[in-house]
């Protein structure tokens, strides 16, 4: 039995055995190149889930404060192994009421990078096929077809990522995925040494560069599972305004720093607000650094243990911070 | 005026005669996005990529316009003045701002113009409602040179809406893409004089190349994939408003705004101040109704509290209210919010869905659809369409 | 260009000059200073009345403990063009309400970080504590702060 089918299945039960209101999953958007959520309420039609490594979305944005309708729903929903990370990092916060979900864990073995392969084609891409494992079979609508290798291809996130199954879910769908040796191995963050030999100067001059193009759509935090107060953010408060409405590189690196330390301890990197920015924003290159140095700091992997509380919220006297 | 014919090679020329009276914007491709950027010379326009990612309206609706500067001072005390007249007080010093450099936008397509057309119903004045004088001043210093779409895309549905990858509706000059070079038909007095300012960039175009830019254009709108057909969209969208399908469309929006910011056509904004010390700027800046306080009244009370309304409110206001108020639609089937989106809404299903009177199943509007679509090949056929809403 | 927050326009015309460099302009420096208010508030008083001479750059803000500081309070002021930002709180295990200074200085740690990977060098971003009847130790620090910023001049800073 494929992954799939292990979730077409598990969301058919939940439904007809009404431990959900709805279950989200993974479907085909307008072509195959394209999935987006699937919110399915009727067991009968379970089986437009699909499973395949160009299903990127974070789902958990969808149980975030304020999104399920009605409020009170009970929720089933997929989560690949870095989505589990977000939710664990609500449940750790008390965010998300946990009798409320019903959660099935996919294993993931690479999520695929579309913005990566749009890069390759000058025409548009329509179809995504997957004809063995590890590989991508890419058709334009200008007819031209290239078959690629899947870790080519993969979100930068994916190439080391640590945790590939889930780490908090009722289910699974599907026997585990190899995972890294944990002890050894530290997190990678080799993707910054670029930036970070820059000097000051450079730094400043590429961060205006990219910041200007930024158009303050605000998709980056409202699809952040781990934004809760997305609705009521400061960024958007104009009285007083602490975050100056006006859209230009400054104004945006400080509202995208705003959001930055508000998810501090609570973001895994999960990537969703990068694959969301329209305009193609590297916010990872934020994001990652401050994972970097919060792991430098408290040897901290935010959304890991439930147990555990995010650094942020709790303090140890024989911190060593400061003079 | 007569057609003209610009070669390929004279293309970077002809940009360069324009950028001497005028800022030019054209589609630039910037490490592998392309976007409306300002031109400067020695940069390659990108005409391949269909669509840039955003449309062109912020250089004519400023995402950021500061349309005032202010500051508190002292008012002079009048020499010789007693008792109350003598005490000094403070006033403020008003500076309004209305800049409207003259730009010249090369390489925008069809639908991005129609995007302008529909936009100035609002601005325009239209109807008696208000006149915008920002808008207008840099409406007018605009000259719109459009590009034929070559390549519709696959969320492209301009002729669903009456337009067509080729309308002249809007356009100043159009240019289409033929063998070596560019078939180009000036249109209004603005592409007339722009067209005469280049001189001997642009030669008398031969009979072959004016019929191979007509099958050019006719084979282009054929590639553009009915979506739905309008008729009675306005009156179904009406009579479901509350329906329970909007919730279920709804679902997977995140209510963030990008399809808002990239469209051709949206244009709400906010008005704010920015005081620093005894200095300020009232500015007015894009916002937009996913933004979840954007009708957020002082009281706290919100009338669109749920993502759900502020939905239906975005595709209701396009075909609905829009066009009861503006006689004119307020999409122009460019696909921007589609391909941009982060959950992939797609406005031709909600349109299809809730645009389908109650009754009727869903699927029929395709049917119909492709009847618009010949239409609209007719029309782009007819040179002399003045490109009226259909 | 007919407005610099035209987002497309500005960000195509301008990679110019180096932030604080050649182009910078010619000021004494503006350094916001933001401390609690039962220590190093107290300590800029108690210098104060102890007559210990001091830098004029330094502008106080004054809150009721370093718990209440928002990293975002340091980025604001350097968006707002400030050119060097000096936060200061009671010394661990003397804050007012016991641990506001224990939470504080994990989140300035990583503000501090975060804000050198932005390209503002670490001269400009300082944190400490300094107690109340610290007068002395007040003097020296925005001495030594506002000499460091004085050294690299005033900020043009081009992101944030
Ligand atoms: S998604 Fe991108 S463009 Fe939109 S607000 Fe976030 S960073 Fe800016
Ligand atoms: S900030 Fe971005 S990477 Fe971090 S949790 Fe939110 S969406 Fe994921
Ligand atoms: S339709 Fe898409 S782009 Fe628009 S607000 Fe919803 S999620 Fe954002
Ligand atoms: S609503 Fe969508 S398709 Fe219509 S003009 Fe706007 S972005 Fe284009």
Known sequence: MSRQDHIREFAANALTEKRVDYFIGWKQGYNSSEMIPAFVTDPAEADQLVWNPLCHHNLVTFIKRNMPEPADAKVGLCVKGCDSRTLVALLQEGLVDKDRLYVVGVPCDGIVDRRKLEKMFSSEITEIEFPERGKVKVTTRAGETKELDQKDVELIGCAHCRYPNPLYSDNTAGPLEKEPDREETKPDWSALEQYESLSDDVKQALLEKIYATCIRCFACIHVCPVCVCWDKCVNRSRQPELVSQKVGPKENLLFQMVHMFHVAGRCPSCGACDRACPVEIPLGLLHAKMNKEIYDMFGFEPGVKLDEKPVFQVFDLKDQFGD | MASKYLKSEQLPAFLESLAKNARVVAPFKRDGVTQYEPWQSGKDVELDVLLAKQSPKEYVFLQTETYLKFGYEMAPVPEGAEGEDAVPYETVKVDPQNEAPKQVIFGLRPCDVRGFVQMDQVFGGYGGFYFDPLYNARREATTLLAVTCREPRSTCFCTSVGGCPSSREGADVLFTQIEGGFFVEPITDKGEAIAEAAGAALTDPTDTQATEANEAKLASATKVDPAFDLEGVRDALHDNIADKRWADLAMRCVSCGTCTYVCPSCYCFSINDSIVETKGDRYRCWDNCFNPVYTEETSGHNPRAKKMNRFRNRFSHKFWYYPDKYDSLLCSGCGRCIANCPTRIDIREVIRVMGAPKEAPAASGAVAASAAAAAAVAAAADTTTEGKEA | ?160
């Open chain 3, 1 to 160: 260009m007919a407005e610099a927050t035209n987002n497309q326009a500005s960000g195509a015309a301008t990679t110019g000059a180096a932030p604080g460099g050649a182009g910078a302009p010619d000021r004494p420096v503006k350094v916001v200073g933001i401390v609690c208010n039962w220590c190093s508030y107290a300590g800029a008083d108690t210098a104060g009345v102890g007559r210990f001479k001091q830098p004029a750059n330094l502008r106080l803000i004054r809150v009721p403990c370093t718990g209440r500081i928002d990293p975002l309070f340091a980025l604001k002021a350097f968006e707002k063009g400030a050119d060097g930002v000096l936060i200061s709180g009671c010394h661990p295990g003397d804050c007012h309400y016991s641990e506001g200074n224990y939470y504080a200085r994990r989140k300035f740690e990583l503000a501090e970080r975060m804000i050198h990977h932005l390209g503002i060098p670490p001269e400009r971003f300082k944190w400490t504590w300094v107690s109340a009847s610290e007068g002395q130790r007040w003097q020296k620090v925005v001495t030594e702060f506002v000499a460091g910023v004085q050294k690299l001049g005033p900020r043009e800073g081009k992101a944030l």
